[in-house]
C-alpha cells in the first residue's frame, strides 16, 4: 500500500498453527477488511498518543524490547518512563508497559501507577510469578523456580485477577534444542518440545485476539479471575486441553526429555494465561493513607 512517497506490506494470508487450509483462507477472509484499514492508518493517521516502557524495577532491557517497540512505533510514540517518585509522571501516556520486572515496587510508585489507572491511564502487566528462565539451565540441567516477590498481588487482586505461584506445562509446547551426543567434539543437537513453553491459543474471538496465530510462552504462570463490581473480565489467552500445573516450589530439570510425557498427567484444559480487565476500577489504596 502506497501513500505520499511511502509503502506498508499488505499481509493477506495469515498462518495459523494447526489449522486446516480452509480455515486459514477463512479467517484471512473475515481479517482482510482490519488488514487494508490497518495498513491505511499506519500511513495516513499523524503519531499523536504516546506510550512508554517502565523503568526502576528490573524491567526487560532496552534491546529485548526492541521489536515490540519498532512493532508499536507504527500506531504510537513509543519512550520509556522512569517515576523515580514523581506523581505525575505517567499522566502523558495513554498507555504504560511494565515488561518483566524482578524488583519489588515500592509502595508510592503503586501508588502513582494507581491514581494513573484511576485517572484512565491502561496498563498492559506483563509479570514473571516464578523466578526461572533458560540461562538457569546452560550450567546445569536442574533448576529450581521460586515465587518472585514484586509487591503487586494486592493491587493486582484489587483490580480483579491473581497470578498464582505455579508454572503451566503443555504438551502443546514449543521445541527447544538438546545436545544429545558428540561426533568428535562436534555436539549434535536435537529439537525436543519442552512442556514449559506452552503455545498458547486464544481464549475467544475478542478483538485483540481474533485469528491470532499461537503465543509462545516461557515458563508461563496460571491466572485466575476476583470478583470485583464492575470489571469485565475476558480470557484472551489460554493453553491447549492437555495441560498440568507444577505448583511452587517447581524442579525445572531438561532430564526430564529423556522420557516421553504421560498423558494422563496432562488432565488440565484451557488454563488462563493473559486476562483483559476493563471497568471502572477500586483504588488499591481506598481508605488508607499513604505516606
Known sequence: VSYKNQEVPLQLLKSQLG?????????SIEGLEYEITSAIRRLTQPLAKEVAFLRGHGELSTDRITDAARALSEYYKVDTVLIDG????????????????DAPFSEKDKFIIDQYVMNGGKVLWVLDKMTIDMDSLETTSTSIALPNNLNLDDQLFRYGVRINADLIMDLQSAPIPVVTGYTG??????LFPWPFFPLLNAGNNHPVVNNLNVVKGEFTSSL???EVPNIRKTILLTSSGFSRLQLSPVRVSLNMLRNDPDPKLYNKRNLSA????EGTFPSNFKNRIPE
Open 19 to 27: 489449522s486446516d487450509p480452509e480455515v486459514m483462507l477463512n479467517n
Open 86 to 101: 514523581q506523581l505525575h509522571a505517567l499522566d502523558n501516556y495513554a498507555a504504560v508497559i511494565i515488561a518483566k520486572p
Open 185 to 190: 567434539n562436534r555436539p549434535n543437537q536435537e
Open 224 to 226: 485466575d479471575t476476583i
Open 274 to 277: 493473559a486476562i483483559l480487565l
